[in-house]
């Protein structure tokens, strides 16, 4: 496979595949039911996303989406933001996840690190989400009301959501990890009636007791009424508040029959959070209906998720890859999940588990593709992936080289999915495609009834050149508000303030004539490190606060084969010079305060920060610097409050690319 570089061909489908996948399967229905019949694709791209009302309703079809009361129309109106999908429609996800429930094969496996796998079956998986819907009604948890959730990714996170969803509760959560900053800043917004938390946890071979952040955490959050304790780093852990009762208590004896509330289709079904660059992170509200008809439409057509699957992508509570592969229980796989470091004890701990318990779709970040390369790994020689058939990839674009190692190094004939797409719609535009060939650097396609462009600065589509990636239509899993945001103000500063009604998501796309897509990174300021958006307002928060910085900047730039560099500048205080201690102090603050995925790679002593005449931090501009592109063209000096601070970000980013 030498010479491998971006459009080279590295796998076509089999025939088998051709046949028996569900999009085939999707196209013989259409054309069977509808009298459609697509000569390709693109084709049947162009179609979903010009007969948007007819391709959701054939979704709906298709699936068998159950109603407790029938819409009215599919959407009202095309007008972005402001869609309404299927007015009139009730129904439940949770009820849409248990359709599926079966004594032939488990609904999950998990693995914490250090431990032996353990399967829960669909019959414990209802049992427990029962359970804890009837506790949670004896709460007096009602539709609407917030249980949110301080939990790594292990079965009760997955038991606690469905319980939740099941009576119209509205789930948010965040993984233990986070500082107790992060939280309250999320946490705080939705005012939760509920918390679950466990006692801590184990990452990287060390163990972290989380119970003192807890009792912090519920200083800060009045709401909370009760809290359900799960003792997970020691089984005998206790906690001492009045409101604490342990889970186990609470699934004593028999379950109860396990109901579902039926809610119209815009119910919130969760709360995610997206960057706060100018701000709080932004509570973004997904609806039951949305998200139920996109993952289906994701994972089945695009993924090809099936029963009998063991479905897998490595993630945490905090990042929307949680939420996207709860719903692969909707398709009737066995989901899989992991707690703890990708990298402990050796970077071969996921491709251990893969071939261990038979992964049949094993979802990773670039991240963790550019390290296994790096270290030089060949798991495809030294364990058994027979079962593999999909490697997924996300958070951050997968260099070529990244490709070629799965190719080489993990299974010659896998089928790899690289995709992007983001927390907002809990989904991705730019996804995979079982029918079609897989070329190196390249996403497969543009996800069907999502109307991706590449966008010019004058809102023109082009093709083979680098463009703002915009929607041009709307989306049922795009948020149905942000929470806090009755008018609707931030919403429409957050994607529609460049392209009036038109959805610019922030990142740079080219899409060639074949339809293949290269993500090229963010082409705004947020922050995403192994796919994880992070807030550049928290950093700053954090930072300022420490007497010795007066001001702050940070940027994220993707780099050549997959890296990510995240530096960040500091203003210090009169007579204070940056050392080693101090730099080890505004990590060791921002990691304890936030997470470790908020510590920058270097920290770096400036004399200004670039502002507008506005007082804005000029942080695009500095992004666009270490990206290599000239000043002129990077900036408009003269709209900087002082030209000499920009000139200085300029010098370090040609000393940093050599130039």
């Known amino acids: 496979m030498s010479g491998v570089r971006e459009g080279s061909l590295l796998w076509e489908p089999p025939e088998t595949l051709r046949e028996q996948c569900t999009l085939a399967d999707y196209l013989r229905w259409l054309a069977a039911n509808h009298g459609l019949n697509f000569r390709c694709y693109d084709d049947l791209w162009e179609w979903s996303t010009s007969e948007l009302e007819r391709f959701w309703a054939t979704i709906y079809q298709y699936f068998d989406v159950r109603l407790s009361r029938h ?24 009820e849409h996840v248990f359709r599926n429930e079966t004594a032939d094969r488990p609904a999950l496996i998990s693995l914490a690190e250090g431990g032996q796998p353990r399967e829960t079956s669909w019959a414990e998986l209802r049992a427990g989400a029962a359970s804890l819907a009837a506790a949670l009604r004896r709460f007096g948890v009602r539709p609407g009301d917030r249980v949110a959730a301080f939990l790594p990714n292990i079965p009760e996170a997955m038991i606690a959501f469905l319980a939740s969803a099941s009576i119209g509760a509205v ?7 986070f ?78 029959e396990l109901t579902f509330e039926q809610v119209p289709f815009d119910h919130p079904l969760w709360v995610l959070y997206s960057s706060g660059t100018t701000g709080l992170p932004k509570g973004l509200v997904h609806g039951h209906g949305g998200v139920l008809l996109e993952h289906l439409k994701a994972l089945g057509l695009h993924f090809d998720v099936q029963p009998g699957d063991r479905y897998f992508w490595h993630t945490s509570t905090g990042w929307m890859m949680w939420n996207f592969i709860v719903s692969g229980l909707l398709l009737g796989a066995t989901v899989v999940l992991y707690d703890g470091s990708p990298g402990y004890p050796n970077l071969d701990v996921l491709w251990d588990y893969a071939a261990r318990i038979g992964i049949t779709i094993f979802g990773t970040s670039a991240a963790y593709i550019s390290s296994c390369l790096k270290a030089g790994l060949d798991p495809g020689k030294r364990v058994d992936l027979s079962r593999l058939k999909m490697v997924g990839s996300t958070g951050s674009p997968l260099s070529v080289e990244g490709f070629e190692w799965v190719y080489r190094h993990v299974k010659p004939d896998v089928w790899l999915a690289s995709v992007s797409g983001g927390t907002d719609v809990v989904s991705g535009f730019v996804l995979g495609n079982p029918l079609l060939p897989v070329y190196a650097g390249e996403l497969q396609c543009r996800g069907l009834g999502c109307g991706v462009e590449a966008f010019d600065e004058r809102g023109r589509p082009q093709v083979d050149h680098l463009g703002e990636l915009v929607i041009t239509a709307p989306l049922p899993s795009m948020p149905t508000h942000f929470w806090n945001d009755s008018e609707g103000k931030r919403y429409r500063e957050s994607y ?25 990174g963010r082409s705004d300021s947020t922050l995403n490190r192994s796919g994880v958006r992070l807030g550049s307002s928290e950093i700053y928060a954090t930072v300022e606060a420490l007497p010795e910085v007066a001001d702050s900047l940070v940027i994220g730039v993707e780099q050549p084969g997959g890296g990510y560099y995240m530096p960040l500048f500091v203003v210090l205080s009169d007579s204070i010079e940056l050392d080693a201690a101090l730099e080890d102090r505004i990590k060791d603050e921002l990691r304890a305060r936030l997470s470790p995925r908020h510590v920058p790679d270097e920290v770096v002593a400036v004399p200004a920060v670039p502002r507008t005449l506005s007082g804005k931090k000029m942080e695009v501009p500095v992004k666009k610097l270490f990206m290599g592109v000239a000043l002129e063209k990077a900036a408009n000096v003269g709209a900087a409050a002082d030209p000499s601070a920009l000139r200085h970000f300029a010098a370090l980013a040609k000393a940093r690319n050599g130039h």
Request: net charge neutral.
């Open 496 to 520: 529609f303030d460049v392209y009036p009604g038109v959805w610019r998501h922030g990142d740079w796309i080219r899409i060639n004539r074949r339809g293949g897509c290269v993500i090229e």
């Open 171 to 177: 789930w948010s959560s965040c993984s233990p990890d």
């Open 71 to 94: 819409f009215r129309t599919v959407l009202r109106s095309r007008e972005m933001p402001g869609a309404r999908w299927f007015e009139g429609a009730e129904l439940n996800y949770a």
């Open 179 to 256: 500082g107790i900053s992060a939280v309250v800043d999320r946490f705080a917004q939705i005012g939760p009636k509920v918390l679950l938390a466990v006692d801590g946890y184990s990452y990287g071979g060390k163990r972290f007791d989380r119970r003192d952040v807890l009792r912090q955490l519920l200083e800060q959050l009045p709401t909370v009424e009760h809290v359900v304790f799960i003792p997970y780093l020691d089984p005998q852990a206790t906690f001492d508040d009045p409101r604490a009762v342990v889970l186990s208590q609470l699934q004593a004896g028999r379950p109860p």
